[in-house]
């Protein structure tokens, strides 16, 4: 009976020896196949090291070391898929790791995960980035959050396909309007029923499309908001969106250079009505000199300010020159960013100041007495509707 307790004792003992020899053997066997894969990675032997790294593997499934060099040997091979797929074998086992093992897991994916999306998007395979972003968005908020950006372009390019396919009579219409110049026609346009359900419903805010390229000298159709001080919803940021059409020279899609911009100022009882910047561009904004062109036909009034602009606001010595019928009065005063400089003091007691005296430049009134003046109020800033910033 002793001899049956000590023959089980011996067994049992046997057995956690075995399975410790065995715990043992599987260590040496993922580190001897660790340091082969990565002696073959230095040797540029990709093929091999990805042999031995799935061999690695199938020892050990759940070691996530070996899925993130697997998947480096794949991209060293420059085969993306199976990277890719590796990389998704990897996240789904991290999903039960913690500490550091997971951080470096982690880190590894989103990197690399983020190169490739960037990649796809760059060369305009926007469904490929979405769906590799769709994978990584579990582990990674960055990805997640990439991923929302992606499906937010992706419907931006439908709605801008939707433009392109639907508009092309409109889109024509306006592009030969914008070369012979015609702007009371591109107000027209614009502000038609028709470019509101084609163009302006399918732009977001600060969207443009280019039309027909988008380098040289091209038409754009732009929604900037437009600010106003005076007019300031503190919820929107801005009290409308402005919608107008830019011509001139495009970069890769941005105003750089010289080009004018019709803007959306006209109301309805003053159809053809509009207001042009006329100048130089730069950074997608007014920047340098250029003139600011105020044209409404049924009052037959006019006014032009002309002068240099920085991001959009008044930035120097400016002329205007305001007229309506038999009436031409100039006006010449300084601005800083947008400020226009004093002259005088409050006129109505409401915060306004004079910065301006002007001249009458009209046979009837050029020898009228006394200067008429011009004010502002206190912290308006003044530049280009919907390029002007606070």
């Not at 697997?70 to 990897?90: D, F, H, P, R, V």
């Not at 982690?106 to 690399?112: G, H, N, R, S």
């Not at 240099?308 to 010449?332: C, F």
Request: glycine content about 8%; aromatic content about 10%.
């Amino acid at each position: 009976m002793k001899k049956i307790k000590r023959t089980v004792v011996y067994f049992i003992i046997l057995l956690l020896i075995c399975g410790c020899e065995k715990t043992k053997t599987i260590e040496q066997q993922i580190a001897e196949q660790m340091e082969l894969g990565e002696k073959y990675l230095l040797e540029q032997k990709y093929e091999e090291a990805i042999v031995v790294f799935n061999k690695a593997i199938e020892i050990e499934p759940q070691n996530i070391v070996l899925y993130e060099r697997l998947a480096y040997a794949y991209s060293l091979q420059g085969n993306e898929e199976k990277m890719l797929e590796t990389i998704y074998k990897g996240i789904i086992i991290v999903q039960e790791l913690s500490g550091e093992e997971r951080k470096e897991f982690v880190d590894y994916a989103e990197e690399t995960l983020l190169e490739i999306i960037e990649n796809h998007e760059q060369k305009g395979d926007l469904d490929k980035a979405i769906e590799i972003a769709e994978h990584g968005k579990e582990i990674s908020e960055v990805i997640s959050e990439k991923l929302e950006e992606l499906i937010r372009k992706k419907k931006a390019e439908e709605k801008r396909k939707y433009i392109f396919e639907e508009g092309e009579e409109l889109l024509e219409q306006l592009y030969q309007a914008a070369q012979n110049e015609d702007y009371s026609k591109i107000s027209l346009l614009i502000s038609s029923e028709e470019a509101d359900t084609i163009i302006w419903s399918n732009l977001g805010i600060d969207d443009s499309i280019s039309y027909p390229e988008e380098n040289g000298i091209q038409m754009q159709i732009y929604i900037k908001p437009v600010y106003d001080d005076s007019v300031y919803d503190e919820e929107r940021g801005y009290w409308y969106l402005g919608t107008g059409v830019y011509y001139g020279n495009l970069v890769n899609g941005k105003k750089e250079g010289s080009g004018w911009a019709i803007l959306d100022f006209a109301p309805e009882n003053s159809p053809g009505s509009y207001q042009k910047f006329d100048g130089e561009w730069k950074n997608n904004a007014p920047n340098g000199n250029g003139e600011l062109i105020s044209v409404n036909i049924v009052e037959r009034r006019q006014e032009r300010i002309v002068g240099n602009y920085t991001d959009g606001l008044e930035n120097g010595h400016m002329v205007n020159v305001s007229s309506k019928p038999d009436i031409v009065i100039q006006w010449d005063y300084d601005s800083i960013m947008g400020v226009r400089q004093k002259k005088g003091e409050d006129l109505y007691g409401d915060g306004s100041y004079v910065y301006s005296y002007g001249i009458y430049l009209d046979a009837e009134h050029k020898n009228a007495t006394g200067n008429p003046s011009a004010s502002v109020s206190e912290g308006v800033k003044c530049g280009i509707p919907g390029w002007r910033t606070e």
